[in-house]
Each structure stands twice: as C-alpha cells, then as structure tokens.
C-alpha cells in the first residue's frame, strides 16, 4: 500500500508561516509527483501547489508568493512553507501523490492560525 503521512501543523500567528512534511516511502515519493492541498471548514479542497518528480514546481494562482513546495529525496519527505498565513481558526493541509493510476492521500495535518 501507499501511505502519506502529513505533519509540521499546529499553531502559529496570523502573518507567519507553516513548514509541512509529507513523508511517504522513499520509491513513491521519487519517482511521482507529489501535491499539497489545503480545506478549510466548509469549504472544497483546494490545491495549492505540486512538485514533480524531476522537481520541476507549480503553485496555484491564488499562493504564488505565499507558499513554496520542494523535496528532499533523501528523507523521503515533500516539504511545503505557508507564508503569511491569513485569519483562519483552522485549516487542514493534505498531501498527494499519483501512483498506478490510483491517487493516495494521507490523513492531513491541521494548522490553527491565531491573533
């Protein structure tokens, strides 16, 4: 089976910033691309950028400037910075990744972003 497992949530200001890892095995993770997607309560699931395999980095529209995606083969890990992070109570950040055809998700990591 594939797994993603998200961490790096928790809590932070509004304005500052959040590093998430994605961690999965080490195959999975080098040989697909990998994306992070982020849903607030109430809201769709929304993507937020992707990191191919070779490296190559897209970010939706609406977080170019606020977030940056990359990868570190080596410990198995898809990194993304949230910047300037804005009023939210919370927000859930999930990671994945396409293998076979088949899209694996891991269970989120939640952020909580406070005054």
């Known amino acids: 089976q594939v797994q993603l497992v998200e961490s790096g949530g928790g809590s932070v200001q509004v304005g500052g910033s959040l590093t998430l890892s994605c961690t999965g095995s080490r195959i999975i993770l080098s040989t697909n691309g990998v994306s992070w997607y982020r849903q607030t309560p109430g809201n769709q699931r929304e993507f937020v950028a992707v990191?191919?395999?070779?490296?190559?980095?897209v970010y939706a529209d609406s977080e170019k400037g606020s977030a940056t995606i990359w990868r570190n083969n080596d410990e198995n890990t898809v990194y993304l910075q949230m910047n300037n992070l804005p009023p939210e109570d919370k927000a859930s950040y999930y990671c994945?990744?396409?293998?076979?055809?088949?899209?694996?998700w891991g269970q989120g990591t939640q952020g909580t972003v406070s005054s």
């Open positions: 994945k990744t396409t293998n076979r055809k088949k899209d694996y």
């Open positions: 990191v191919a395999s070779g490296g190559a980095r």
